[in-house]
């Protein structure tokens, strides 16, 4: 079957970059209409854990947060900029998308709205508690996903 609208979720880490890489394969193959790159920028802080049936606590926002948020925008504009040159690289074009929220949700999400085939994800490979406690994004797209998902190893 072939794939004619591919995502990938690009983070700049080592599993983004083997998943961009996965993508371009599929792009050569010329198998798709459409190639789309996803950065998504978390802007909301990470939540303390919080016991089954307690009510977590509410985070205003205040000028630090928002300035926080305006950096990690650019973060996510400069992690983006790295997929961009892999692509001149191989003269390769390709939907640039950064969002803000949670990242599994919003790639699934844009995934859905956009009818999206396929979404290759890359795998950073947590363990221990931090993976036991949040999970990896690349698992919960794999459960959250309408459509075919790769983890790229």
Do not use: W
């Amino acid at each position: 079957m072939g794939y004619r609208k591919v995502l990938v979720a690009f983070d700049g880490s080592k599993g983004s970059m083997d998943a961009l890489k996965q993508g371009m394969d599929y792009m050569k193959d010329d198998q798709f209409r459409e190639f789309t790159i996803v950065n998504v920028v978390n802007a909301e802080p990470e939540p303390a854990y919080v016991a089954p049936g307690a009510i977590p606590p509410v985070v205003q926002r205040n000028e630090v947060q928002e300035n926080k948020q305006v950096e990690l925008v650019e973060k996510g504009e400069q992690t983006i900029n790295e997929a961009k040159t892999a692509l001149i690289k191989e003269n390769m074009h390709a939907n640039i998308i950064v969002l803000e929220g949670e990242p599994a949700k919003r790639i699934c999400d844009y995934a859905e709205e956009h009818e999206m085939d396929l979404i290759i994800i890359g795998n950073r490979g947590l363990s221990g508690l931090k993976k036991l406690v949040q999970g990896s994004v690349s698992q919960k797209v794999t459960k959250q996903a309408s459509c075919s998902v790769l983890v790229v190893k």
